[in-house]
């Protein structure tokens, strides 16, 4: 029978700030190759060492291996793909995830095909012509490559570069649940568990974002907004409670934008008992959204405040200004549900006295957590287009650090001390 590994190249770290959850895009594609009858078998090295990895991925003996990639992943990425060329040099490598999306030529000298963008329709399919035409690398080039939305190719003599595709709700409506069958559920609990006295898996709700922040990057979903079958969605939440987890980490990117939505998923949910958090946007909440999602079991969410100055607020495009994320945190915290608030500080063009706006402001709301972070340009966003490529080697793979990786005018050392010294006045406080 035809075999598909899919891969995972995160082994944990244990930093402090590590949050683990099972891969959703590993298991997205599990259950969109099975439905296509080929056996695919996940590879999650979260718990596990690369030896392990080595050793389990050799013993499948795998027909094509599937690596996914982020920024954080692309050195593992890369040594698990000099490994499966080496251990199974019959086996068809491919690559796809954040990374690979915007930055296929960095993949494909050591890949024979990557997959940008939303993959589940096109990989799957690309998988099952793959074995039906005889399954070898040096034949990939009979298949229809230009077929397959994502596909980037610059191996065996073929070249090909296809758009990337969205899918429509429709047809999103039309996809499998994740399978989320072959995770170590036990060990997720566990952490989770021991970390928080809950425990949390994530799930997507809706597709895209909107807006276009000057740091981000939105590899995979892009700006149309898809709202999935809430159907399906409780259909997959019950799958969550069935493997023993108790809230939901609601990953999207935007999940509070529409607010009827958001009423009829509050009405549902609450008939689950699960309880759950979410990334919001801080404009556009009013307070009775805000106890609607408290009462339905919201216990925190995560907004994007950024920065205390308006003039960073406006050189990150953020479209939002400091009054209304000020007024968002009251809002969620008077209906009771917890605030964290990210922010990033160092953003070319500011000042250090628009640095220590952004420290006032995380000490003066009401808020359970704060983080801080340095502006990292991710492929894909206008702040990588600006300042191009991290500084020949700065190192990209580090989570949460930091660190500059181009060159800044702000002094690193007295940043680092400066967000330590907001931290511990936050802890004091709380
Ligand atoms: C959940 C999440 C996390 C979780 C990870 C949990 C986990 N185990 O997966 C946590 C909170 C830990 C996390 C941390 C970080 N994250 Co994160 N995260 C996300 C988020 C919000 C959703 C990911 C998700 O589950 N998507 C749903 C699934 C279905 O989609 P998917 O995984 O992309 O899979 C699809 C395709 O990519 C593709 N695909 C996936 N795998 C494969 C494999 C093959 C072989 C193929 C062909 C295709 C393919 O097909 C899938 C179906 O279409 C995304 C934002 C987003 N909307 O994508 C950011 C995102 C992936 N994270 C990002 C970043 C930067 C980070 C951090 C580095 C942040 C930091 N400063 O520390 C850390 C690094 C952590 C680490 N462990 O390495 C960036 C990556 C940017 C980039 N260009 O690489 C993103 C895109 C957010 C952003 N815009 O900044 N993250």
Same mark, same amino acid.
């Given at each position: ?30 259950a ?53 060329? &080496?251990s ?24 024979? &095909?990557v ?25 990939? %080039? ?14 065996? %003599? ?20 994740p ?12 952490? /989770? ?37 809430? $159907? ?11 493997l023993?987890?108790? @809230?939901?980490?609601i ?17 549902r949910?609450?008939a689950t ?12 909440i ?7 999602? @408290? ?12 920065? %205390? ?5 406006d ?24 605030? &964290? ?14 640095i220590?706006?952004?420290?006032r402001?995380?000490? &003066? ?16 966003s206008?702040?990588f ?7 020949? %080697?700065?190192? /990209? ?13 702000? $002094? ?5 001390q ?11 406080k @709380?």
């Amino acid at each position: 029978m035809s075999r598909v590994a899919l891969v995972f190249p995160y082994f944990r770290t244990r930093a402090a700030t590590e949050l683990l959850f099972p891969p959703l895009g590993a298991a997205t594609l599990a259950a969109q190759l099975r439905r296509r009858g080929i056996d695919a078998r996940i590879f999650d090295g979260t718990f596990g060492t690369f030896e392990q990895l080595r050793t389990d991925l050799t013993a499948y003996r795998p027909d094509i291996v599937g690596v996914y990639s982020m920024v954080s992943l692309t050195a593992t990425a890369l040594r698990v793909a000099q490994m499966v060329a &080496a251990s199974l040099p019959q086996a068809l490598l491919v690559a796809g995830g954040p990374l690979p999306t915007v930055f296929p030529a960095r993949y494909a000298p050591h890949f024979d &095909a990557v997959f940008r963008g939303e993959a589940d329709v096109s990989f799957p399919s690309f998988c099952r012509d793959y074995f039906a035409g005889g399954a070898s690398p040096a034949r990939m %080039g009979e298949l229809s490559l230009d077929t397959y939305g994502g596909l980037f190719v610059c191996a065996h %003599g073929l070249h090909v570069d296809n758009p990337t595709v969205h899918h429509a709700e429709s047809e999103l409506a039309t996809f499998p649940l994740p399978d989320r069958s072959g995770f170590d559920h036990a060990s997720y609990q566990r952490e /989770w568990l021991h970390k928080t006295g809950s425990m949390p898996t994530s799930i997507i709700v809706t597709l895209g974002c909107p807006y276009g922040c000057d740091f981000c990057s939105k590899p995979i979903f892009g700006s149309v907004v898809r709202q999935r079958d809430l $159907d399906a969605v409780f259909a997959e939440i019950a799958q969550i409670r069935s493997l023993g987890y108790d @809230s939901l980490w609601i990953a999207d990117d935007t999940f509070t934008l529409d607010e009827t939505y958001l009423a009829e998923f509050c009405r549902r949910v609450a008939a689950t008992g699960m309880s759950w958090s979410c990334l919001s946007r801080a404009n556009g909440i009013s307070a009775d959204t805000a106890r609607l999602m @408290s009462a339905a079991g919201c216990r925190r969410v995560y907004l994007g405040l950024e920065s %205390g100055s308006q003039a960073t607020l406006d050189l990150m495009k953020k479209q939002l200004t400091v009054e209304e994320g000020a007024r968002a945190a009251e809002v969620y915290r008077r209906a009771g549900i917890e605030v &964290a608030a990210f922010f990033i500080v160092g953003y070319p063009g500011e000042t250090v006295s628009s640095i220590e706006e952004t420290f006032r402001l995380a000490l &003066a709301l009401p808020l359970d957590e704060i983080s801080f972070n340095v502006p990292m340009p991710l492929p894909g966003s206008q702040l990588f287009e600006r300042l191009g490529e991290p500084d020949e %080697g700065k190192d /990209w793979t580090r989570e949460n650090e930091v660190t500059f990786v181009y060159p800044s005018d702000v $002094d690193e050392r007295w940043l680092r001390q400066r967000i330590e010294e907001t931290l511990t006045a936050f802890a004091e406080k @709380s």
